[in-house]
Each structure stands twice: as structure tokens, then as C-alpha cells.
């Protein structure tokens, strides 16, 4: 077993761990932060992306120990101070960003990742961007609209269903 310690979502925890552990697990089952989603265990899919020392990772391709010291950000560590949605979880809901919602912890944090990187990507800079991230159910249309309006782009809004 190792011990380790970092902060996550602002808060310092630490736990011990085997040294298989991956970050999502620890993420998961040591500290009940099940907004982190798993869905291939490959990196295929992106639903694990979290933050690490401010950069986006793939969270089951990382050993929780690796974690040692860092600041980690998970999608419970999106929310604004107030506790209300930021402006990117926001733009989610408010242009249909999602559907089954699997896939959207890891989009949110993808997309967060990429704004900070470039606040006004261009709709094909959006989508090559979310290469490593799969959503079955959306078409990604809704998505890329999401992220242009959290960018503060004119978008087309949402037709009403």
C-alpha cells in the first residue's frame, strides 16, 4: 500500500492505495466523487477526464500515487463558489448538451480544458479538440453549440421539442 495525498476540488485528502490504483478509482470509491464516469477503462472514451495541476486527463490512464501533490479538479469541483452551475455546465443544459448525460462529465471538463487554452475556439477547433471524447446519443451538434456559447459566441439557440 502507498499513502497519498493531493487536493482535490479545493480540500486535501489522502488515502492509502495499491499501487495499481488508478485515479478514477481512488477518485471513486475512496472519495465517493462519482460524477467521474468510466466507460471503456482504455482511454478510449473520455467520461474520466478530470483535471490535473490544471491540465485535462484521462483519469483511468493515471495512477492515483502519480497523483501525489497535485491539485486534481473533478466535475463537482465545477460548480460556481454559490454552488449554481458554471458558465460551461450552464451553456450545457441551455443548448441540450447532453442527452443521457454520460458522457458529460468528461465533455464539461474537456470543454473547460479547452477554453482556458483558447476562449474563442472556431466550431472545427471545438470539435478536433473533443477527438478523445465519446457521446453516443448527441450527434455532438448540441455540444459544440454549448461550448461556443460558454466562449460568449453567437450561437443559434436550441429549437424547443
Keep these: 500500500m502507498t499513502s497519498v495525498s493531493m487536493t482535490v476540488n479545493g480540500k486535501t485528502v489522502s488515502g492509502e ?37 490544471g491540465a485535462p486527463v484521462k483519469s483511468c490512464t493515471m495512477f492515483a500515487a502519480e497523483a501525489e501533490g ?39 471538463m474537456s470543454a473547460a480544458a479547452l477554453l482556458a487554452e483558447n476562449p474563442k475556439p472556431s466550431e472545427a477547433e471545438i470539435r478536433d479538440y473533443l477527438e478523445g471524447n465519446i457521446c453516443r446519443c448527441t450527434g455532438y451538434h448540441n455540444i459544440v453549440k454549448a461550448i461556443m456559447a460558454a466562449s460568449g459566441q453567437d450561437v443559434a439557440p436550441v429549437a424547443a421539442e
Design 17 to 53: 492505495v495499491e499501487g495499481r490504483t488508478l485515479l478514477s478509482d481512488f477518485l471513486r470509491g475512496d472519495l465517493g466523487l462519482t460524477g467521474t464516469h468510466v466507460g471503456c477503462d482504455t482511454s478510449q472514451c473520455g467520461a474520466c477526464v478530470v483535471h490535473v495541476n
Design 70 to 108: 497535485a491539485e486534481v479538479r473533478t466535475i463537482e469541483g465545477m460548480a460556481n463558489a454559490d454552488g449554481s452551475l458554471s458558465t460551461i455546465q450552464q451553456a450545457f443544459q441551455d443548448y441540450h448538451g447532453l442527452q443521457c448525460g454520460f458522457c458529460t462529465p468528461g465533455m464539461v
